[in-house]
């Protein structure tokens, strides 16, 4: 079945062309990428033959399997997926045991440098031992897996996924709210004469509304991820960062909530406060080289 | 009155894109008459403030031509009251819309025969005529032009 092409199979299942070109002008769209490309990811879907896809269920609710599993209904996605090869699933395969463990394997295996990888919930970092599959952790399966795994983005696609997660965030960001003690140390730094900058991965215009109702008195100085190659966890905002400040790196402190801040920190050679407002504790924020730890933005003395 | 519709009261938000969108729907149909070059935007990925697609529609309104195509869910073609500038509106089976694109071309694609289908239809047309015309009887399955070439071949180029 697997050398079947796919549009020879979703031709014998009474898929028209022009019901593949429908689709695939709404895939162009979700994917932001130009409706002119309809046709031809038509014909490349045509030509290809049905790809391994290994889909790895981790920390998720299984609502999206469910969801799938129980369509009741033919729908063109359906058809889309069963021209797929799905080789690994173990929420599906539960039952299977180490058998499953073995198709996933194989399939790597068979189609290394090729397959394609679905990644479905979280990934405990922390503490791996919360999440295993087998006795081996999300995160090691899916280094495992993902070393094989083959699509190189299209020039300019990242570049448009990008803009287009920044664009639904801004959409869904509409009344941010502020951390408490931000704005009120923010006019204490000002207060104090020290400079301070905001460094983010994302672009500006996506953190727009959450700068505007910190409510500042002056624009503030925003070093944001389309100034450098390399986002978070690479040191590179941080470093330019601190030469807009005119500082030495060291010298700087610089507080952030996320793991990601904290290795950044440790990469450019410069403090870090994590604070234990974002999504890790304590324990994470230090074991990923925290200088200080505080609960609130609140503590931080100037 | 028990519809959002229903409630007399509108809000006016504007993105500024309306007026940019429809000066590249003109430069697209001037390409499109000087240079045979269709184009095909995307209503979803211009950001729109509420109200706003209905206002391009509402521009654009309706002209002659309406197609309603039944694949995969309903998709309807409307040529706009501007020749070649026509409205295609994708919904899936639950009749939900997955997408609506103003295309501005002499057709839109999906209104084309499409070729892959036309080969299996001069196969079929060939089969179920021989069978009319009896098993003794064989005909050409393959029209030529003058020069020989395969006709699908000489429209697949076209």
Partial sequence: ???????????????????????????????????????????????????????????????????????????????????????????????????????????????????????????????????????????????????????????????????????????????????????????????????????????????????????????????????????????????????????????????GDATWDMLACIAAGMPAIGVTTGAVDAAALLAAGATRVVASLAEIAV | MNTLAGIPVSVELASGNVELLLHEIGHALERLLEFGQASIMDLRGVPLAPGEEGRILEFLGTGEVRAELECGGLSTVNESRFAGVWIVTHHDPSGEIIGRLIEISFVPDIIRSQVAEMRESRERIAREVALMSGPAVSRPTTARSTDGEDTAKVLEKR
Wanted: hydrophobic content about 45%.
């Fill in chain 1, 1 to 255: 079945m697997r050398d079947v092409l796919v549009g020879d199979y979703l031709r014998s299942r009474g898929l028209t062309r022009r019901g593949l070109l429908k689709f695939c002008a709404a895939a162009a769209s979700w994917m932001a990428l130009p409706p002119t490309l309809a046709q031809e990811i038509a014909a490349a879907l045509e030509k290809a033959r049905r790809p391994s896809v290994i889909w790895l269920p981790f920390q998720e609710c299984t609502g999206c399997t469910e969801s799938i599993t129980r369509a009741d209904s033919s729908t063109l996605e359906s058809l889309i997926f069963e021209a797929i090869s799905l080789d690994y699933q173990h929420t599906l395969q539960a039952a299977a045991g180490e058998a499953a463990e073995e198709a996933r394997r194989r399939a790597m295996q068979d189609n290394w440098g090729k397959y394609l990888v679905v990644v479905d919930g979280s990934i405990p970092l922390g503490n791996p031992g919360y999440s295993t599959i087998a006795g081996v952790s999300n995160a090691d399966m899916l280094r495992e897996v993902a070393e094989g795994a083959g699509m190189p983005l299209a020039p300019g696609r990242d570049e448009a996924i990008d803009e287009r997660c920044g664009r639904i965030f801004a959409e869904m960001n509409r009344h941010p709210a502020v951390l408490p003690g931000a704005g009120d140390l923010l006019a204490r730094l000002d207060a104090a004469g020290i400079p301070w900058a905001i460094a983010t991965s994302s672009r500006r215009e996506q953190v727009a509304a959450s700068v505007d109702a910190l409510r500042l008195t002056r624009a503030p100085l925003i070093v944001d991820g389309t100034h450098v190659a390399h986002a978070k966890p690479a040191p590179d905002l941080l470093l330019l960062t601190a030469s807009h400040l005119n500082a030495d790196p060291a010298s700087c402190w610089y507080v």
